[in-house]
Nanobody, 121 residues
């Protein structure tokens, strides 16, 4: 088991911002592809954003232009900056580490415990 700890979730009004952090230990962080997934009640889990060891990024269409994923290998940490938040962004956000993009979310990847993000007035 790889310790992965998320932080930064909470309640925010529509249009507001939050920054999620994910700290991983016990792996060679710099070679892993890191990602944020989210799951809202009654919905399937979806990949929100990913960043490779080479800092290439991908985003779900629903968050493009509003969310930014970044990593700091010196701190073994990946971030998700979320701006212009909408009520439909409400979900549990979970950090995931995979050796390649293809392993993200699968049985050979590692998960954090998740952090709740609620966007509501």
């Amino acid at each position: 088991q790889v310790p992965i700890v998320e932080s930064g979730g909470g309640l925010v009004q529509p249009g507001g911002s939050l920054r999620l952090s994910c700290a991983a230990s016990g792996i060679v962080f710099s070679i892993y592809t890191m990602a944020w997934f989210r799951q809202a009640p009654g919905k399937q889990r979806e990949l929100v954003a990913s960043i490779t060891s080479g800092h290439s990024t991908t985003y779900a269409d629903s968050v493009k232009g509003r969310f930014t994923i970044a990593r700091d290998n010196a701190k073994n940490t990946v971030y998700l900056q979320m701006n212009s938040l909408k009520p439909e962004d409400t979900a549990v956000y979970s950090c995931n580490a995979g050796i390649t993009i293809g392993t993200l979310g699968g049985g050979n990847s590692f998960w954090g415990q998740g952090t709740q993000v609620t966007v509501s007035s």
